[in-house]
């Protein structure tokens, strides 16, 4: 196991991979992104706000704004569920909106705080060409 100590520099098209709802994401097409106003603020859990399409969209064009300008972004959070010891999905913790960014701005890494195997985050990195989860699936 790894510690989430400091962020690891992840592949956005792996994380992709292994991690993409379709009934969340799936709203965030770029034109529908483009056209939102951006959100910088954040919106507390409990908040109606992180509901409405209006608030997700703008947040992820936020982010999509400054993964464009090159600005830094901090990392998201990622870590694994189990079934007894064996790693069988990745679950995304935080950084819903800063990942959609991301992959429609077409970013090559992601900085992501990482709990779990390390075979694992290995593949996320690039360090290692297989995961285990393609074959739990």
């Keep these: ?3 989430a100590d400091k962020p690891d520099t992840i592949l956005v098209a792996r994380l ?16 529908a992104v483009l056209a939102a106003v951006p959100v910088s603020r954040f919106a507390n859990e409990g908040s109606k706000k992180r509901t409405q399409d209006e608030y997700n969209l703008g947040r992820v064009r936020y982010f999509y704004d400054k993964f464009k300008q090159g600005k830094k972004v901090d990392p ?3 870590d694994f569920s189990y ?8 679950v ?20 992501a705080f990482c709990a779990g195997p390390v075979t694992e985050i290995e593949y996320l990195t690039g360090k290692q060409k297989n995961t285990t989860l393609e074959f739990v699936r």
């Design 83 to 90: 079934i007894g010891f064996v790693p069988i999905n990745l």
């Design 92 to 111: 995304l913790h935080d950084g819903h909106h800063r990942f959609a960014a991301a992959v429609l701005a077409e970013q090559e890494r992601i900085k």
């Design 16 to 31: 992709k991979k292994l991690y993409w709802p379709k009934d969340v994401f799936g709203m965030y097409k770029l034109p």
């Design 76 to 78: 998201i959070a990622i």
């Design 1 to 3: 196991m790894k510690n």
